[in-house]
C-alpha cells in the first residue's frame, strides 16, 4: 500500500521523462491525484482506534548484511502528515499550470520524484531507509530552486544544500550510533526504528545528551530553529511558487517530524534537560523572525520568516513534553501546511500578474482583484490565528502545553491531575509568556502587510498597465486581472481545511491522540528535576494563577 | 613452491599478457599494434576469472582477501583499459588518417603503453597476494614504476614529462622510506614473513624497533595512497597526466597502498589499547592523525580549484582519509557493519566506480583545434557548463558520478560510507567519525559545483569547439561506469556479503603463536632476542 504510494509520482516521472514537454503537466496532474487517490484509500484502510500502533506495514529486505530493510508502515501522525503532502501534490501542479513555461518535464518529473521521497520519509520505519528518503528531498528541491527559482537562485539552492546536508549527516552519526549501541547489547544490526527507540531510552544521561545533540543539529537546521535558519529565507524568497509550497508545507515538517519520531521517543531523559534550553532558542526564532517580518518589503521574505517564527512555536508545542502541547504542535504541521502554503501560492499570482513582490510597489490591490484580497485576508488571519481558524487551535495548544509544562505550578497545585492534561514539565508560564509576544508580533506585521497591499490606494508597477494589455510580453499569458476558475479551485481545498480545522479540529486531534500519548507517556514517569523542585515562595513567579492556589 | 605458484595464476596470466603485447607492440605493422589492447583485455578479463575462482591463499592473516581484490582489480582495470584506448599516439595516428605521413615504428608508443598497463596491474595483484614484506615491496614498486612512464608518455606536453619526473622522484623518497621501516621490521621481530611476524608479535608482544618499522612503513606508503603528508604530488601529476592515466593512478597504487597497509597492520593486529580491541597506541595515533589532516587537507584544497582534474585529485585524497578510518576501527567482530577492513575493501571498489566515471568525463570531453595536435582535454569547470543540455550522456554521468563520490543517499557511496561510520563508532572511534562527517559535508562545496556546472548552468559561449571525444570506448567507459553505480547501488547487499567475507581477519591466541614459532624453529630464537632498551 504505503510502496504504492511511494510508486506512483515515480512511475509518472517516469512517464513525463518519454512524453513531450507539452504534455508535461497533465502528466503530473493525473499523477498527483492519483497518488491523492491512493492515500484517500489508505485512510480509509488505516484503524484509527489504534493510531498509535505502525500499521498498513510491509517488510522488505535490502541489505542484509548490513541489517537495512526497506519496511513502512504508518502511525496516525505519519498518515495525516502523508495525508497532507498528497494534498498539496495537485495544489503544486495547478500552480505551476502557467508560471513554468521552459523545461517542463525536467520541472515536473522532479515535483513527482520529492513528492516520493517526502512519503517516504514519513512512511519508512527503517532509519537508513528514512535517511535515504530524507536526504534525497534535497536533490528535487535544489533542481527546483537552481533551475527555477529567481534571480539570486544558484546562491540560495547551494546554500539551502550545503546547510541541510551538513546537518544531517552529523545526525546520521548520532543515530548511528544508536544502532551500534544495539548491536552491542542485542549482537545484531538492525536499524528498525521502533527497536532502536527501545534500545536508546536505556542509555545513560551522559550517553543520551551527545545523541541528542547530534539529532538536532540535523533535524533542528531542517526546521529551521534559530540560530541556523539563515538558508529558509533566501530559499524560500527565489524558489518558484511551487516550490516555496512544499518547501515550507512538507519539507519543513521534516524536521519537526523527525524531532517527533526520533528525538522526543529516543532519548527522554537529554530532552527532559535540554527543554528550557530549546525552548529558548525557540522563543528567540520566534521573537526575532518576527522583529524582521515587520521591515520587509519584499511580501514573500516576510511569509518566509514568518515561517522561521511559526515553527517555533512548534518547536516549543514538542519540548513542552506534555499532552496539549505535542498534539498542538502536530496540529500546527499539517496548520502552517494549510495557510502558509496558501499565503506563497497568493504571492505567486500576484507576482505572476505584476513581476514584483515588493510592498512599496503593490498597494490596494482589492479593488482591481477583489477574490485574490479576500483570499489573502482568509489565509492571513489563519496565519495570525484568528479564532475559528486553523491556526487558533494549534498556536493555542502549544502555548497552553508551554503554560501547563510548569514543575513549580504543578508541585504548588497539589497534583498535576488538578489541571486536566497538564504535566508536570520544565517550562512554564514564562516560557508561554514570551513566547506569547511572538503572537502579538505575528498580528502586527501580517495585518501591516494584508493592509498594505490589499487595502489603501491602489499602487502597481510602473508600467504595468501596457505590458497587461499589449500582447506577447513574456511571462503574461494574458491572465486577467483577477483570479482564473484554476487558481480559486488551488486555494479552496486549503480554504476549506482552513476553516474545518479551526471550527471541528476533534477528529485530527482524536486521530493524532494515540500517536502522542506514546510518546507523552514516557515523560510521564520520568523524574523530576529537583532543580525545578519549589523550595519555598522566594522565587516564584509573582502572577501564579489565583485560581490553583488554594 | 608449488602451492605459491597456484595462488599465482591471474599474475601469471597478466605477465604472459604483458609479454606478448610488448613483442606486439615492436611490430611494423600498424594492425598488429591496434591488437595490443585486445590483447590487454583478453588478459585481464581472464586474470579477473581464474583470480577469483581460485582457491583463497596469500596471507594466512587475511585468508580471504586475495580473491576479492582481484576480482575488484580485473573489473576496474578493464574499466581502466576502455578509458585508456587511444591515449598515446593521437596527433600521429591522426596525421596517418589524415595522409600527412606514412606510420613510422619508432615513433609509436602504443605497445609500451599497454605493456606497463599491465605490468601495473600485475603488480597491484601481487600485492594481494602477498605474505611477505620483500614480496610486497616488489609488488609495491611493480605497480608504481611502470605508472611513472605511463604519466610521462600520455601526452606529448611537457606537462606530462614534468608530471612523470616529479612523481619518479617523490615516488622513489616514498620507497626509500617504507623500505627503511621494512628493514626495522625486519630488524624488530627476525623475519620478512607477515605470518610468522604476526605469531611473533603475539608471543612476544611489540618492541620499540618494529613499532618504528610499522609506523615507518605506513607513512611511506602514504605516498601511494595520496595520504597527508606525502599527498603534495597528487594534484600536479594529476592534472599533468591524461586523464584516463590520472583515473589509472587514482586507483590502481591507492589500491595497492590499502593492501599493502592491511597486510602489515594485520601483523601487530587489533589486539592492543586499553580495550584490546584496537592498533598498538603508536600505530592507531599514527593512523589517527593522518586520516583526520588527510580528509581534511583533500577537502580543504578542493575547494579552491577550478580544474576537474585537480578537484578529483583532492577529492582522493579525501577518500583516502575516509578509508584511514577503516583502517583504525579493525575487524571488530567480523559481521559487515563492524568489520573497518571489509569496509574498506568494499570502499575501494565503490570509490574506485565512481572515480573513474568522475575522471571518464576529463577523458571524454576535448576541445579540437582542428589541426592535427592533440586535442586538449576540457579540464576547467566551466566547460562542464550545461552538459546535460548539451550532451545528456556525458552530463548525467558527471552528475551521478559527483552525487555519488559525496555519498548523497541512494547511491553507492552513501553505501560506502555507512560501514565506516558503523565501524568506526563500534572501535570507539567517535571522534573520528565526527571528523568524517564534517568532511562528508565539505566535500558537498566542490562536489555540487561540478553539478551545477553540468546539471543547471547555460552552456558556455566559449564552449563551441568543445566536442565528445571521437574515442568510442571512453565513452563506453564512462556509461558502464555510471550504469555500474546504478546496478551496484541496488545490488550492494551481495557485495557487502562477498567484502565481509573478504575481510575476514584470523589472527592466532598466544598459544598458537608460540606453537607456530616452534613449528617454524624460531622458539628459542625468539626467547633470546633481548629487551629492547
Known amino acids: 500500500m504505503l510502496y504504492l504510494l511511494m510508486a506512483v509520482p515515480l512511475l509518472f516521472a517516469a512517464v513525463i521523462a518519454t512524453r513531450p514537454p507539452e504534455h508535461a503537466r497533465w502528466i503530473a496532474l493525473v499523477g498527483s491525484f492519483v497518488a491523492l487517490g491512493v492515500t484517500l484509500f489508505a485512510m480509509l484502510q488505516f484503524s484509527y482506534a489504534f493510531g498509535g500502533s505502525t500499521q498498513l506495514e510491509a517488510h522488505t529486505p535490502w541489505i542484509p548484511a548490513l541489517g537495512v530493510t526497506l519496511d513502512v508502515g504508518v502511525d496516525s501522525v505519519s498518515l495525516l502528515l502523508i495525508a497532507l503532502t498528497a494534498l498539496l501534490g495537485p495544489i503544486c501542479v495547478l500552480a505551476s499550470w502557467t508560471a513554468i513555461t521552459w523545461q517542463q518535464r525536467t520541472y515536473y518529473a522532479w515535483l513527482l520524484i520529492l513528492q516520493t521521497a517526502m512519503v517516504g520519509v514519513f512512511a519508512a520505519r527503517d532509519l537508513i531507509f528514512f535517511y535515504v528518503c530524507f536526504e534525497f528531498t534535497l536533490i528535487p528541491m535544489y533542481v527546483l530552486i537552481s533551475l527555477f527559482g529567481s534571480t539570486n537562485r544558484k546562491k540560495a539552492a547551494t546554500k539551502f544544500f550545503l546547510y541541510t546536508f551538513t546537518g544531517s549527516i552529523v545526525a546520521l552519526a548520532g543515530l548511528i550510533y544508536v544502532a551500534w549501541w544495539h548491536a552491542r547489547g542485542a549482537g545484531e544490526w538492525t536499524f528498525a526504528i521502533a527497536t532502536l527507540g527501545e534500545t536508546a531510552r536505556q542509555m545513560p544521561l551522559s550517553v543520551q545528551m551527545p545523541v541528542m545533540i547530534a539529532m538536532l543539529l540535523g533535524f533542528a537546521v531542517k526546521v529551521p530553529l534559530f540560530p541556523v535558519h539563515t538558508w529558509l529565507p533566501l530559499a524560500h524568497t527565489e524558489a518558484p511558487t511551487a516550490g516555496s509550497v512544499i518547501l515550507a508545507g512538507v519539507l519543513l515538517k521534516l524536521g519537526t517530524y523527525g524531532i517527533y519520531r526520533f528525538v522526543l521517543p529516543f532519548v527522554p531523559e537529554a530532552v527532559a534537560v535540554a527543554a528550557p534550553t530549546i525552548a529558548v532558542l525557540s522563543i528567540i526564532g520566534i521573537v526575532y523572525a518576527g522583529l524582521i517580518c515587520w521591515v520587509q518589503t519584499d511580501v514573500k521574505k516576510l511569509v518566509a520568516y514568518s515561517s522561521v517564527s511559526h515553527l517555533g512555536f512548534c518547536v516549543i508545542g514538542l519540548f513542552a513534553l506534555n499532552h496539549v502541547g505535542i498534539s498542538g504542535s502536530v496540529m500546527y504541521m499539517i496548520n502552517h501546511g494549510l495557510s502558509t502554503g496558501a499565503l506563497f501560492l497568493l504571492i505567486g499570482m500576484a507576482y505572476e500578474r505584476y513581476h514584483t513582490r515588493s510592498m512599496k510597489e503593490l498597494g490596494g490591490l482589492a479593488a482591481k482583484m477583489p477574490v485574490w484580497a479576500t483570499f489573502m485576508v482568509f489565509f492571513a488571519m489563519a496565519s495570525v490565528a484568528l479564532p475559528g481558524l486553523n491556526g487558533f487551535v494549534s498556536e493555542f495548544m502549544c502555548m497552553m502545553g508551554v503554560f501547563q509544562a510548569d514543575d513549580a505550578w504543578a508541585a504548588a497545585a497539589g497534583s498535576a491531575a488538578q489541571v486536566p492534561g497538564s504535566t508536570p514539565g520544565p517550562l512554564g508560564p514564562w516560557f508561554a509568556l514570551a513566547a506569547g509576544t511572538g503572537v502579538i508580533i505575528g498580528a502586527m506585521y501580517v495585518l501591516y502587510m494584508v493592509g498594505k497591499v490589499c487595502f489603501g490606494p491602489l499602487v502597481e508597477p510602473a508600467g504595468h498597465d501596457q505590458h497587461a494589455h499589449g500582447d506577447g510580453h513574456e511571462g503574461d499569458h494574458h491572465l486577467p486581472a483577477d483570479l482564473t476558475p484554476r487558481e480559486i479551485w488551488t486555494l479552496l481545498p486549503l480554504a476549506a481545511g482552513c476553516l474545518v480545522l479551526g471550527l471541528y479540529p476533534s477528529p485530527v486531534l482524536d486521530t493524532i491522540e494515540p500517536s502522542v500519548s506514546n510518546i507523552v507517556s514516557l515523560y510521564d514517569d520520568r523524574v523530576e528535576l529537583p532543580a525545578m523542585m519549589p523550595t519555598g515562595d522566594t522565587d516564584a513567579p509573582a502572577d501564579r494563577p489565583a485560581e490553583v492556589m488554594p | ?533
Open chain 2, 1 to 533: 613452491m608449488s602451492e605459491k605458484l597456484a595462488i599465482l595464476w591471474p599474475e601469471i596470466i597478466l605477465f604472459l599478457g604483458t609479454c606478448v603485447v610488448m613483442i606486439l607492440g615492436l611490430s611494423p605493422r600498424i594492425e598488429a599494434r591496434k591488437a595490443c589492447a585486445a590483447v590487454a583485455a583478453i588478459a585481464i578479463v581472464l586474470a579477473g576469472i581464474v583470480g577469483s575462482l581460485a582457491p583463497s591463499g596469500g596471507s594466512a592473516l587475511l585468508p580471504e582477501l586475495m580473491n576479492y581484490s582481484k576480482g575488484l582489480i580485473a573489473i576496474i582495470g578493464l574499466l581502466l583499459l576502455l578509458l585508456a584506448t587511444g591515449t598515446v599516439d593521437r596527433a600521429e595516428e591522426r596525421a596517418i588518417a589524415a595522409g600527412q605521413r606514412t606510420f613510422d615504428p619508432l615513433r609509436a608508443t602504443r605497445g609500451e603503453f599497454y605493456a606497463f598497463f599491465l605490468f601495473s596491474l600485475t603488480g597491484l595483484m601481487l600485492c594481494a597476494s602477498a605474505d611477505d614484506l620483500i614480496w610486497l615491496f616488489l609488488a609495491l614498486e611493480l605497480t608504481s614504476l611502470p605508472t611513472y612512464v605511463m604519466v610521462a608518455i600520455s601526452t606529448r606536453g611537457t606537462r606530462s614529462q614534468e608530471a612523470g619526473v616529479k612523481y619518479f622522484f617523490l615516488g622513489a623518497l616514498g620507497a626509500a622510506i617504507f623500505l627503511y621501516g621494512f628493514a626495522l621490521l625486519y630488524g624488530g621481530t627476525g623475519t620478512t614473513n607477515l605470518t610468522e611476524m604476526h605469531a611473533y608479535f603475539a608471543a612476544n608482544g611489540l618492541n620499540p624497533i618494529a613499532t618504528a618499522g610499522l609506523v615507518i612503513s605506513i607513512v611511506g606508503i602514504g605516498f601511494k595512497i595520496a595520504a597527508v603528508p606525502m599527498h603534495f604530488y597528487t594534484a600536479d601529476v594529476y592534472q599533468g597526466a591524461a586523464a584516463s592515466v590520472s583515473a589509472f593512478l587514482a586507483f590502481v597504487p591507492k589500491t595497492a597502498g590499502f593492501l599493502a597497509i592491511l597486510a602489515i597492520v594485520a601483523a601487530p593486529g587489533w589486539a592492543y589499547g586499553t580495550s584490546g580491541e584496537s592498533l598498538p597506541p603508536e600505530l592507531r595515533v599514527t593512523l589517527w592523525v593522518i586520516a583526520a589532516l588527510t580528509m581534511t587537507v583533500g577537502n580543504t584544497l578542493a575547494l579552491m580549484q577550478t580544474s576537474i582534474k585537480r578537484i578529483l585529485a583532492y577529492s582522493s585524497i579525501a577518500h583516502t582519509g575516509y578509508m584511514l578510518v577503516g583502517v583504525i576501527a579493525g575487524p571488530g567482530d567480523g559481521s559487515f557493519t563492524q568489520n573497518g577492513v571489509a569496509a574498506v575493501l568494499f570502499y575501494l571498489l565503490t570509490y574506485g566506480v565512481l572515480n573513474l566515471g568522475a575522471f571518464a568525463i576529463v577523458a571524454c570531453l576535448e576541445h579540437d583545434r582542428g589541426d592535427t595536435t592533440e586535442p586538449d582535454e576540457a579540464d576547467h569547470i566551466d566547460d562542464l557548463k550545461g552538459l546535460c543540455r548539451t550532451k545528456p550522456v556525458m552530463g548525467w554521468v558527471i552528475v551521478i558520478s559527483s552525487l555519488g563520490l559525496l555519498g548523497l543517499p541512494p547511491l553507492l557511496g552513501f553505501f560506502g560510507k555507512v560501514p565506516l561510520f558503523t565501524s568506526g563508532i563500534a572501535a570507539g572511534e567517535i571522534a573520528l567519525v565526527l571528523v568524517l562527517a564534517i568532511n562528508s559535508a565539505i566535500a558537498a562545496f566542490y562536489y555540487l559545483r561540478l553539478v551545477n556546472a553540468a546539471l543547471l548552468s547555460d552552456p558556455d559561449p566559449k564552449g563551441e569547439t568543445l566536442r565528445e571525444t571521437p574515442l568510442p570506448l571512453r565513452r563506453v567507459a564512462a556509461v558502464v561506469a555510471t550504469g555500474g553505480v546504478i546496478v551496484l547501488t541496488i545490488a550492494a547487499g551481495g557485495l557487502m556479503t562477498a567484502a565481509e567475507q573478504a575481510g575476514t581477519y584470523a589472527p592466532m591466541t598466544h598459544d598458537e603463536a608460540e606453537r607456530y614459532l616452534e613449528a617454524a624453529g624460531r622458539a628459542s630464537q625468539a626467547a633470546e632476542l633481548p629487551e629492547a632498551p
